[in-house]
């Protein structure tokens, strides 16, 4: 058992005042530098179903939604719906909630860790206060319900095996069943070992594990047979098919492209960027034919292409077979995908092309901040300059560019939590509900982190944003082990 110390403790609501009270003060700031909600991307991200369709045929159009997981759709869908006029203020409305609670989630779970409640506050106010931070919550996508689903999740999976019972595992699984239904990301495999490995360290509960995993299971696999009945795609998200193109064929510079369809070993698709509008793939593949459900039959909006429309499976198909021959042949470019995703992983993440408006206005603290917390200590206004920098021969100083203090401190941490699981000694300090949390924070991390890097790139800060709750969890225990072994060295002086 780690010891508490002899140092006075805060009282329990001195820590939730103090966190409150930075959330409040930095929204204020923030908004008087000139951050403000960014509601537009109900209409301009290709990730929601149109705000018409929205209004007046939502259920229809979640039902024939194959291109994500419909959770996320059904959620802002309902709010379009019920407020067509007002959305973005009540989006606002449920976004700064979603930070208050995060905040005081993040706390309780430090605490439920027994981490050093002084390090508990700072590390939950350095949190909460990060230009990224804030920056997600005045942008409506779905990364701060996924952090704030995760770190539900730790919390009611200490309380789950603190104390078994029915309701406190439907209330760990309906949060697994949250992210699932969110993202893809988070894949049916995720959610049967976990529930294999609660199975297993919890004998004595099986019981309960069972009545709150089953349903959750039944439900996935409804949304993944749904899908492959309509669609002949068993899963609950169709884009990985083009995503493949990303990851391989985009990677190639022209010069690269032209050879390899000179040489027959891809088709001309490789030259074409996924996710393109239909238009670009005229010759291609022809379109599917119309279904009479706007929401397959869309080309497009003014914003975006409609992915979702079942000609980008026929697309997704081809670009998975161009994938396919790229890694049999051409490895090298799918290695570059690895290479910038593990860059982007380390970012800041404040430091996202969606943000690039909005940063403006807080430009000098957020390069302050980014530099003293992140060690990033060069930028450029756009990522592409990496490449000019990289073909220069100056590649040296790229690691300057992200997140050094990261690039150290993340894999240190995940070694020092797979340590304190895997060292006898050590885990012997755990109770077994710190023991079980921790392994499920570590495999959230190693899988969403094994997702995003293996399978995307440009965007992998962003991916990995929902898991800096559990990061900072981590560095917590860390400290206050720290402070624990400092103290006992004091004490034998």
Not at 247 to 262: G, M, N, S, Y
Not at 266 to 293: D, H, M, Q, R
């Amino acid at each position: 058992m780690i010891a508490a110390g002899k140092t006075k403790k805060w009282r329990p609501a001195t820590a939730e005042i103090a966190v409150l009270a930075a959330f409040a003060i930095s929204r204020i700031l923030y908004y008087w530098a000139g951050i403000r909600f960014d509601a537009a991307r109900v209409v301009e991200n290709w990730q929601y179903i149109d705000p018409t369709l929205m209004q007046h045929r939502l259920f229809e159009s979640l039902y024939y939604l194959h291109m994500q997981p419909p959770g996320f759709n059904l959620a802002i869908g309902l709010v379009v719906k019920l407020f067509p006029n007002s959305y973005g203020t009540v989006l606002q409305i449920c976004y700064i909630a979603m930070g208050v609670a995060i905040a005081l989630a993040l706390l309780r779970l430090l605490r439920l860790l027994r981490v050093n409640e002084w390090a508990a506050a700072v590390l939950t106010i350095l949190f909460t206060v990060n230009p990224g931070c804030v920056l997600y919550e005045n942008l409506a996508i779905y990364e701060y319900p996924i952090l704030l689903l995760l770190l539900a999740a730790a919390i009611t999976l200490f309380r789950l095996v603190q104390e078994p019972s029915v309701m406190r595992s439907i209330g760990f699984y309906a949060c697994i069943c949250g992210l699932v239904m969110i993202r893809n990301q988070f894949h049916l495999v995720y959610v049967v070992l976990i529930t294999i490995v609660l199975l297993a360290v919890m004998g004595n509960a099986r019981k309960a594990v069972l009545a709150g995993s089953l349903p959750v299971i039944a439900l996935i696999l409804a949304l993944y047979v749904k899908n492959w009945i309509l669609f002949g795609a068993f899963t609950a998200s169709t884009w990985a098919g083009m995503n493949t193109g990303v990851i391989t064929t985009f990677q190639l510079t022209p010069e690269e492209a032209d050879r390899l369809v000179k040489s027959g070993i891809v088709t001309p698709l490789a030259k074409i960027p996924p996710f393109s509008g239909l238009n670009l793939y005229a010759g291609i593949v022809e379109l599917a034919p119309k279904t009479g459900i706007p929401v397959l039959d869309e080309e497009g909006t003014q914003f975006h292409p409609n992915f979702n429309n079942p000609t980008y499976l026929k697309l997704a198909d081809l670009y998975v077979a161009n994938s396919k021959a790229i890694l049999r042949h051409y490895p090298q470019a799918y290695l570059r995908s690895v290479v910038i995703a593990w860059f982007t992983y380390f970012l800041p993440t404040s430091d996202m092309h969606s943000f690039d408006i909005q940063r403006r206005n807080i430009h000098t603290f957020d390069r302050v901040f980014n530099t003293v917390f992140f060690g990033q200590f060069r930028t450029v206004d756009d990522r592409r300059q990496l490449r000019v920098i990289k073909a220069s021969g100056k590649g040296f100083t790229l690691p300057l560019y992200t997140g050094t203090f990261l690039i150290v401190i993340l894999p240190a941490l995940m070694l020092w939590a797979v340590a304190q699981l895997g060292v006898r000694r050590l885990r012997e300090r755990l109770t077994t509900e710190e023991a079980v949390v921790l392994g499920f924070m570590v495999f959230t991390i190693l899988f969403v982190t094994a997702v995003s890097n293996l399978l995307s790139s440009f965007e992998n800060n962003r991916y990995r944003f929902i898991v800096d709750g559990y990061y900072t969890a981590l560095a917590g225990m860390a400290i206050t082990a720290i402070l624990a072994r400092w103290r006992g060295w004091k004490a034998q002086e």
